[in-house]
């Protein structure tokens, strides 16, 4: 079964300071893609960010990169010059897995970032 | 180009009545997947559909069913209200095609369901 862990219940990050979400993900499968995506207290989910585990290089979107380690199973987010708007819940995803049949998203428990004027 | 857009937004029922809740994905998407949101469970998966057809299906009971049109706009039903069922339900959309894992998947602002 797939299975997504943030360890990170809660981060603080100042203003214009990068801050990195920590993501470890759990599949036997070598095909499968990875999601980021922003939830701010309204509750619309937003997505950030995606990365395939064919994809050599590390998905960037904006001020958001996904650090991609494969072999350790790994997809932090990484948020560059942090903005009070950033302040919300982030969760990491996972789709595909189990022989590629699988068509939903595994999510992680979240982190709650704040951003500190 | 239109969001994903659900509705009703907020919706407020009582235990043992039933609840419809409309989808449509963005324009040329054909995949349409539900999830629940709660406080204790977090985001679980309920069900995913392309072109009129149910490809996966989450750990829901029977309560639980969706459909999805000719038009990609896809339903889900909660028939017999339990407490238990309060929740935001998002709605994501994708192109659908290929291997589930490609592609970018896009959410709703979701419904907000409360049961009394």
């Known amino acids: 079964a797939q299975k997504i862990t943030q360890t990170q219940p809660g981060m603080f990050v100042q203003e214009k300071e990068a801050v990195t979400l920590d993501c470890t993900y759990d599949?036997?499968?070598?095909?499968?893609?990875l999601f980021w995506y922003k939830q701010p207290s309204s509750g619309e989910m937003i997505f950030l960010i995606y990365?395939?585990?064919?994809?050599?290089q590390n998905a960037t979107e904006g001020r958001y990169s996904l650090n991609f380690q494969k072999a350790r199973k790994s997809a932090n987010l990484v948020i560059s010059a942090s903005q009070l708007g950033d302040s919300a819940m982030y969760f990491c995803a996972m789709r595909g897995g189990s022989g590629g049949s699988n068509y939903k998203l595994t999510f992680g428990k979240g982190t709650l970032l704040t951003v500190n004027p | 180009k239109a969001g994903v857009t659900q509705t009703p937004r907020y919706l407020i029922k009582t235990r043992g009545q039933q609840v419809t809740l409309s989808c449509s994905p963005i324009?040329?998407?054909?995949?349409v997947s539900w999830y629940q949101q709660t406080p204790g469970q977090g985001l679980q998966f309920l069900f995913e559909?392309?072109?009129?057809?149910?490809?996966n299906k989450g750990n829901f009971p029977g309560r639980f069913s969706g459909r999805q049109f000719s038009n990609s706009r896809s339903e889900m039903n909660v028939s017999t209200l339990e407490l238990g069922d309060s929740a935001l339900y998002l709605c994501a959309s994708s192109l659908g095609g290929g291997t589930p894992y490609t592609g970018e998947l896009f959410f709703g602002e979701g419904s907000r369901l409360t049961v009394l």
């Open positions: 990365q395939g585990s064919y994809d050599q």
């Open positions: 559909y392309f072109s009129e057809t149910q490809r």
């Open positions: 599949t036997s499968d070598p095909s499968y893609g």
């Open positions: 324009s040329g998407h054909r995949s």
